[in-house]
């Protein structure tokens, strides 16, 4: 149990007896002492009391003496409250004895099913396609590490009208070649010759859309060649997903057509529930609440006249997928902040339809633009869109550059997993650091700086803890945390809100909250690493201050983990 969850159990015992029933304490950290609760204030009003005497009495009540050495009543009705080193020393040692840093899996464990990266077949992933593969990576790996059952889900786009000219176009070139071409990665290239092509040549034009005919009828031969273009567009993701670090695998592929033989059956389903509706042009549902700017009501479109089925319908089929069939009752959609309307939309059918009711939730993980120096979308220099790949490998060769400077003894090797875990690290951290609903400008010298708000920093942080018990040849081992020095004081209590932290980020997902702790837990380590001597101290304080070293290290290296980011024992 986290400091802040002990503290705010004492108090609202206290505060129910007051108020003869239940009162949540809102304890929060302060400026003024360790914690502050202002639940006071809010309850003068219904007690019709003076908020100063409430929270005098509270404290007269509550149980605190083992936990506290201050606990003062200030201004109109705060308590603040002073945390005894004692109690933040046995705290301390409990979470630093625990593989899990204190952070119990959750009690009500769910299945989650992460929709995140969703790049398109025979297109190359581009600068655009980060954030959603970033942040879902962390959201995967934070609801792992918290006992979920986590099913991720990588929407392709590997279905629909451009696959008709795709395919002519495969078979222009021939098998072989098209096979070659695809395979070293050059996936704009074909799409784009696909493209002109079909712009340019009616008769191209034509044998495109007959293809398409023939793919969605289910002819052998087309859906071979599909799959010969899926198959290895997904081989270029999986090396994209290495390089980046994240946890996609094949396994994780459920493209559009994955959902191809639900797509009847949910529209006749729609019918039956009288939700469909025949606009003249397509069959659609319109959900309440959404209307255009001319104030007509806002359709998401089933079925189109000539058969085929609009994203809405994949989409729809997808949630009744995942509640039904999987047993999913959270569903995350990692997808950028311009298509939260359509989300809200297929979320409000779903509901109307019974696919979504409690305790299953739909929540659209919205996030902005990643923009270039001038405040506008990134782009290359030539004003077309920055390679995923392109934008790794300057970024590993930037780290490496740094490494060089900073530690020219490590060998090349050692420079290698320095530079990738550093470069990836910055990019990752650039964009998880940052409240994700706000777009950021990226900036190569900020984010590969050795100070502020950065992975490097972070990581650097690590490092010289480790490099603590490399100089003195020794290994942590167990010892009691005892807190004396103020600074050890402060850093306990950044240690302690660990848990906290992370279970806050479970709900919300805003991994800026738990990149900036870790960005505090640093400096405040920093600070103590300044004022209280380690390796000189004397043999009791030097075990114990060896022992915080060691938890901190932990701590920083688990929170960077559930981040994507690595942290090197040396840099």
């Not at 799409?191 to 859309?209: E, G, I, N, S, T």
């Not at 996030?367 to 979308?377: E, H, N, Q, T, Y």
């Not at 590993?396 to 490590?410: F, G, H, I, S, W």
Request: proline letters at 5%.
């Amino acid at each position: 149990m986290s400091l802040e969850k002990l503290l705010a159990d004492r108090l609202a015992q206290a505060f129910a007896a007051v108020a003869c029933g239940p009162v949540d304490p809102v304890v929060r950290r302060s400026q003024h002492a360790d914690f502050q609760s202002d639940a006071a204030l809010p309850l003068a009003r219904r007690l019709g009391r003076p908020p100063r005497d409430i929270a005098i009495e509270v404290v007269g009540r509550a149980e605190l003496a083992d936990l506290c050495t201050a606990v003062e009543v200030s201004g109109p009705g705060f308590i603040n409250l002073t945390v005894a080193d004692p109690a933040l020393g046995s705290l301390l040692s409990t979470m630093a004895a625990d593989t899990r840093l204190g952070v119990a899996p959750s009690a009500i464990p769910a299945t989650v099913v992460v929709d995140y990266s969703a790049p398109n077949v025979a297109k190359e992933m581009h600068v655009g396609h980060l954030r959603s593969t970033v942040i879902g990576d962390a959201a995967v790996r934070l609801l792992e590490w918290l006992g979920h059952r986590v099913i991720k889900a990588n929407h392709l786009g590997d279905w629909g009208t451009p696959f008709g000219m795709l395919i002519e176009h495969l078979l222009d070139l021939g098998e072989s070649e098209a096979a070659h071409e695809l395979s070293v990665g050059d996936l704009d290239s074909f799409y784009k010759a696909a493209r002109v092509k079909f712009d340019a040549d009616d008769a191209f034009k034509q044998r495109a859309r007959l293809r398409v005919v023939a793919l969605q009828s289910g002819d052998e031969q087309t859906l071979r060649l599909w799959r010969m273009l899926v198959a290895e567009s997904e081989k270029y993701f999986l090396t994209v997903y290495d390089q980046l670090g994240v946890l996609l695998t094949d396994k994780d592929f459920y493209g559009e057509s994955y959902y191809n033989d639900m797509l009847a059956p949910v529209t006749d389903e729609l019918d039956r529930l009288g939700l469909l509706r025949d606009s003249g042009d397509a069959a659609c549902v319109f959900p309440d609440g959404f209307t255009g700017r001319d104030g007509q009501p806002l359709p998401i479109i089933v079925r189109k006249r000539d058969g085929g089925y609009g994203y809405g319908a994949t989409d729809l089929a997808a949630i009744r997928h995942r509640t039904r069939d999987l047993g999913a009752t959270r569903l995350l959609y990692v997808v950028g902040l311009p298509q939260r309307q359509h989300f809200e939309m297929v979320f409000a059918v779903a509901r109307q339809a019974g696919w979504l009711h409690p305790p299953a939730v739909a929540e659209h993980i919205g996030f902005g633009s990643i923009l270039g120096p001038d405040g506008k979308m990134l782009r290359s220099r030539a004003g077309g869109s920055i390679k995923l790949v392109g934008l790794l490998d300057e970024a590993v060769t930037r780290a490496a550059e740094l490494a060089r400077q900073k530690n020219p003894d490590l060998p090349d090797a050692a420079i290698a997993e320095v530079a990738r875990a550093v470069g990836i690290g910055a990019i990752k951290y650039a964009d998880l650091s940052t409240d994700r609903i706000k777009d950021y400008v990226f900036d190569w010298q900020r984010m590969l700086s050795l100070d502020g708000n950065t992975a490097p920093y972070l990581q650097y942080a690590h490092a010289r803890i480790r490099s603590i018990f490399r100089r003195a040849g020794i290994e942590p081992t167990g010892t009691p945390i005892v807190v004396m020095h103020p600074a050890e004081h402060a850093l306990a209590l950044e240690l302690a809100n660990f848990g906290a932290v992370v279970t806050g980020v479970e709900q919300t997902l805003e991994f800026h909250r738990l990149a900036g702790y870790l960005h505090t837990l640093a400096t405040t380590f920093s600070g103590f690493y300044e004022h209280c001597p380690v390796l000189r101290a004397e043999d009791e304080v030097r075990d114990s201050r060896l022992a915080l070293c060691d938890l901190t290290a932990r701590v920083l290296r688990q929170g960077l983990h559930l981040l994507g980011i690595a942290t090197p024992d040396r840099m």
